[in-house]
């Protein structure tokens, strides 16, 4: 039997993702959160690819076995691209999905953005023009080399919450092109859509072609 895959993460919504992603591939997923006694990495990198490597390596070199990792964020253009690699402790220490969210509308609204598309059909306004950034790393111990790949996906920031999928930032974020949020997907349509379902296309691509 083959092997699961390691992802060196503990963020659940993540895990539920690349779980979807690699049934479709016939492979299953098992991450950090299975080993609770693995210290937390810290990522200190200043880029999304930075800090996919950190976590890729830390855990490809403890477990002995090639490990894939995801670094991901969100670019705020009303924020000159804030938070993006500190997308996670936006809100600071012991940040939460729903404080970070909180703090991200605090922002706009203390600067008073707000984007010149039209509002949603419920009166909704838009505050900013945004994108979701994600860098897939993936490490083999045996060799030390990294593959790497890159995907985003451009929406908007809505004033207020929308649907009850994905995690994070996704309530807030406003696809135009599907006139929904990225919590109003299934993970299918934000699979086909998202960075991370972009940059795990790449990456597969890659694979295969054996770049
Ligand atoms: O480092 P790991 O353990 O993988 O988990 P993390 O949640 O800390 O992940 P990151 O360091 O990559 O930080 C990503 C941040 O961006 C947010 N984010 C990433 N992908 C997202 C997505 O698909 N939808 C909504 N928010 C997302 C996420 O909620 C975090 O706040
Ligand atoms: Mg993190």
């Not at 092997?3 to 950090?32: C, D, M, W, Y």
């Not at 999905?97 to 706009?108: H, I, M, P, Q, T």
């Not at 996704?170 to 972009?198: T, V």
Request: with cysteine.
């Amino acid at each position: 039997m083959t092997q699961p895959i390691l992802i060196a993460t503990k963020n659940e919504g993540k895990v539920k993702e690349f779980a979807h992603a690699f049934a479709k591939l016939g492979r299953t997923v098992v991450s950090l959160n299975e080993y609770p006694a693995f210290p937390d990495i810290v990522e200190d990198g200043d880029t999304f690819s930075a800090n996919a490597r950190i976590k890729a390596k830390a855990a490809g070199d403890a477990f002995q076995v090639p490990v894939l990792a995801d670094d991901s964020g969100l670019r705020v253009a009303a924020l000159g691209g804030a938070p993006g690699v500190y997308s996670a402790r936006y809100s600071g220490e012991g940040a939460t999905d729903a404080s970070n969210n909180a703090k991200l509308l605090e922002e706009l609204k203390r600067l008073n953005a707000t984007d010149a598309a039209e509002p949603l059909a419920d009166g909704t306004r838009l505050l900013s023009p945004a994108q979701f950034v994600c860098v897939l790393a993936l490490y083999d111990p045996a060799t030390g080399e990294f593959m790497e790949s890159e995907g985003t996906v451009d929406g908007f920031i809505a004033e207020r919450p929308r649907g009850e999928g994905g995690f994070g930032y996704d309530p807030l974020f406003w696809l135009p092109q599907l006139s929904r949020s990225m919590a109003e997907l299934s993970k299918e349509e934000k699979q086909a859509i998202s960075h991370r379902g972009n940059a795990l296309a790449k990456l597969v691509e890659k694979l295969e072609t054996n770049e």
